[in-house]
């Protein structure tokens, strides 16, 4: 089973749409959640972080949280097609590594 | 934007050549990390360094691969004797040295290096 999974997608929506991004976890004492959006070509860049159970909301963006489910998601409102990347899921299971899923494609259509 | 600097952008080697990446992290960041990531795949954690020590290198391949942080200057990894496996892009990403557990990470651009 690998630690962080994804599905790889590619996940289409139309623009204005919400696109819902899941990832699951193995370790259990996994304390820290992060997702990064990653664009063809670039290096990725940190768009939420999570901690704590429940939900955390920034903008257009809210990251889900629920670690007896060892579940945290990626929900993006009123996509735009400006949010076509690929989003990696990574969690610090402790210590000083953070393991990343191998992200999945969205694909927002205009 | 006095982000992450890595050098260079992209590096051709041939086989059995040396490969030298460097990376300049985020002024007042003392955390370097390296990721290695091939075509449609996720970030694979190589190495964690902190200045002058090297923290955690369980993710980096006993041998070729080599990583230091001195006391000044950039973060490097070394790759010797490069084989066609190597080519990839190599990310570096730093944080601030007030986290005692691993927090955001800000990520560089990436070095492209292609082995021929």
């Known amino acids: ?110 | 934007n006095a982000g992450v600097m890595q050098n260079p952008r992209h590096l051709v080697r041939r086989r059995g050549q040396e490969a030298r990446l460097r990376c300049s992290p985020v002024k007042g960041h003392s955390h370097v990390y390296w990721y290695r990531q091939l075509p449609e795949e996720g970030l694979k954690f190589m190495v964690y360094l902190q200045k002058e020590n090297i923290i955690d290198e369980s993710g980096m391949p006993k041998e070729r691969f080599s990583a230091e942080f001195p006391k000044e200057g950039p973060s490097i990894l070394r790759i010797q004797q490069v084989v066609r496996g190597d080519s990839a892009a190599y990310f570096c990403a730093s944080s601030p040295p007030e986290t005692g557990v691993v927090g955001e990470q800000y990520f560089g651009p990436g070095t492209r290096l292609t082995v021929t």
């Open chain 1, 1 to 110: 089973q690998k630690e962080v999974e994804q599905n790889s997608g590619p996940l289409s929506v139309p623009e204005g749409a919400i696109a819902s991004l899941n990832c699951t976890y193995s370790d259990r004492v996994s304390q820290s959640f992060f997702w990064y959006r990653q664009y063809s070509g670039k290096s990725p860049e940190l768009i939420m972080s999570i901690y704590s159970n429940g939900d955390k909301e920034d903008g257009r963006f809210t990251a889900q949280l629920n670690k007896a489910s060892q579940y945290v998601s990626l929900l993006i409102r009123d996509s735009q097609p400006s949010d076509s990347a690929t989003y990696l899921c990574a969690v610090n299971p402790g210590g000083f590594k953070t393991i990343f899923g191998a992200g999945t494609r969205l694909f927002v259509k205009a």
